[in-house]
């Protein structure tokens, strides 16, 4: 064999693997990208009840609205409290009941890691990858993209629900997308199922109380001096 020959060979064979490269990168549809939200949107999470009597405090339920880059959640749990949570630019303020006391903390994603997290896309989903689809599945009679991911802590860097002094603890979080409307259909933890129900958007952002506007405002003046540009 000359070696034209074998150029024309080896070029053959490098465009074919590039267009079967191209054409699985085709194959692979929208449920490897993480689920973004549109500008606006409102749901409830609502959390299958804890059949544990160690924490009185159990999440029961999560509100959410998203409102032209505002995003604001409304945790409520099984002792009748809430805790409460704005999100605008950088800076995302909380209002919590703790004991009967209202305590408001203030992050800022440009310093707080927490903060940085709560963004625009579904919160507990960014696992989602092509290495964790498990299939497609029906969720409640609808058609879904299954992911699923089992994630080990030591007992030093665990979360503390999943805290234990003597082992390992496995993690596993599950997902079920709606493969018509890309929204989350339901997600577990460890078993525990979390649903999705969407409604409609209101007319507008969520208030937010005095006492939180004036907490930002007084973060925001304190931070001026580290960064120019805080408005």
């Known amino acids: ?11 053959v064979f490098a465009a074919a693997g590039e267009l079967t490269a191209q054409q699985s990168a085709a194959e692979i549809p929208l449920h490897v990208k993480n689920v ?22 159990d999440i029961a339920e999560i509100h959410t609205l998203i409102f032209d880059g505002e995003r604001y959640s409304e945790t409520r749990f099984s002792d ?16 919590d009941t703790i004991e009967g006391r209202e305590e408001i903390s203030i992050n800022d994603s440009r310093t707080d890691q927490l903060a940085k997290k709560t963004g625009r ?22 058609a879904c993209w299954h992911f699923s991911q089992e994630k080990v802590f030591s007992p030093e860097n665990a979360p503390p629900h999943l805290r234990n002094s003597e082992k390992n603890d496995i993690e596993k979080r599950e997902v079920w997308i709606d493969m018509k409307s890309l929204l989350p259909v339901a997600r ?23 006492q939180v506007q ?5 973060y925001k003046k ?7 540009d805080t408005k």
Do not use: C, D
């Not at 064999?1 to 070029?11: A, D, E, H």
């Not at 009748?80 to 209002?95: C, H, P």
């Not at 579904?122 to 990858?129: A, C, D, R, T, V």
């Not at 304190?222 to 120019?228: K, L, V």
């Open 36 to 57: 973004i939200l549109p500008k606006r949107a409102a749901w409830i999470e609502r959390y299958a009840r804890s059949t544990s009597e160690t924490n009185a405090r």
């Open 222 to 228: 304190a931070m001026a001096r580290y960064f120019p």
């Open 121 to 142: 896309e579904f919160p507990g989903l960014e696992y989602i990858s092509a290495e964790t689809f498990r299939g497609e599945v029906k969720y409640a009679g609808i």
């Open 188 to 210: 577990s933890i460890n078993g525990k199922e979390i649903v999705y129900y969407f409604h409609p958007v209101p007319a507008g952002p969520a208030s937010m109380p005095i």
């Open 80 to 95: 009748g409290t809430k805790s409460q949570t704005w999100v605008a630019g950088t800076i995302m303020a909380t209002l």
């Open 214 to 218: 004036t907490e930002i405002k007084n």
């Open 1 to 11: 064999m000359n070696l034209r020959i074998l150029f024309v060979l080896l070029f």
